[in-house]
């Protein structure tokens, strides 16, 4: 094999020391080869970090940011499929040079498509699912095998203060071992020259027991001996390990962005009384959340998401409205105005969002702040946010309009950690001429650097860099590509409640 990838999704470089002190394996390829943090995405989320990692290009280029990427914000969220990432991944480069690959359990990949090789889908995947592998007929000979945990879709029958998190950590360790064992069976039989999979358990085991470090270093270590063991069977000629962002304690208050724009005065509330019932059904709920958590597990994602989404249209007087934020995604610049005011409003909205800080404990609410122009380049630039943000630790934003801004945070309660504030995740590389040093990165970066170790030109589109980590240059070729389309393809109504309900249980929603 000449590249080998293992994902340890969230695994944090804000655990560096301990883990290189638990994981023997990933301590000596460290020792041998480069390493550092490796940047995400912002937002710090699977679903759209690893379609960066696969494309190499960031959101303006691949069409989606955290949901598909369509005209009207504020309308119904649609989670993307592997459909709606309008790039190549750049193992379908490798394949059309020849070299065989095989992709295991990387987000958004479902429906799994056609390689050079085999496939086999991950974060994203319904359950129930038939086309999660390439060839199709490879999932007859993977009769047991599970993509992710389904406990967590059991919310329904399950209030948060019954989670069972022994239960599901049990169940983890039973998944990623199969997990394992299919993955080095296949390889075995493809011998591919490329391998990639992505341990999803790190990230799920940190969202449950963050609380408790003894429980979070154990499955660590015992991703080590896996790691090992892949090493043994693939022998691979370069390998790397890396995770697609950081983690930290569970954020416990709700920030409300809109109720800041709108005390701005950058954002007007209608006085209707529709607009008013909207409002107070809203207040109303969370109330009865408040009082009653395991409420929220009983209304169907559908409902909540008519009265949370679709029922803030309702509520801003579009006419009088400068700025709004979405969900998840960013803040959004009123469309009709002349682009000269729109430049100048984003830069006074950054300035301001800069000192914005919790009236309780004076705390600031944001890490960094990045314009669209800093963030984004490429075709889908258009329909991504005028300004994004990351969080400071502790605060969920909200975009909600709420009476103040800020209030506790009552989802996910069974979950202690998140990583939506930490985009710093961890990559080792280790192989030939691989230069022993720290040295950062950010997830782009690794499609061109393994086109160019596997000796495959680099698509010319690509925003990823090759870090300066070898003591000879590499020979990199650049290529101009045809895009393919992949076809439409949507989840239907069924899975996506569940899909939902599955990313709640992680607190992603
Ligand atoms: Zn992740």
Known sequence: MKVLVLGLDGAPFRLWDELCREMPTLRKLKDEGAYGILESTIPSLSLLAWPVFYTGKNPGKIGIFVTKLEKETLSDVKLPTSRDVKSEAFWDVLGDYGKKVGVVNIPVTYPAWKVNGFMITGFLTPFGAKDFTYPPSLKDEIPDYIIDLEILTEDKKLPDRDFDREKVLSRQYEITRKRKEVCLRLIKRYSPDFFVVNFKGVDNVQHIYWDVPEKIM?????????????????????????????????????????????????????????????????VVGIKVVEWFPFIRNLVPERAKRKVVVEGMRERIDWEHTLAYADWHRGIYINRSLPEERRRALVKEIVEKMREARDPETGEKIFQRILTKEEAFSGPYTDMLPDIIWLPSEGYRINANLYPSLTSPRLDAMHTTGEHMADPRGIWVMHGKNVKRERMDAKIQDLAPTILALMGVPVPEDMDGEIPDAFTEPLKVEYVKRERKEKGEFGYTEKEEEELEKRLKGLGYL
């Not at 022998?235 to 109720?259: A, C, L, Q, W």
Request: proline share 3%; with cysteine.
């Open 218 to 282: 154990e499955f660590f270590r015992f991703m080590d001996g896996i790691i090992k063991e892949f090493l043994e069977v693939c022998s691979p000629e370069y390998v790397f390990i890396m995770s697609d962002h950081g983690f930290h304690p569970r954020s416990t208050k709700y920030f409300y962005i809109n109720r800041w724009l709108e005390l701005n005065g950058y954002l007007r509330r209608k006085v209707s009384l529709k607009a008013r019932i909207s409002n107070l059904t809203y």
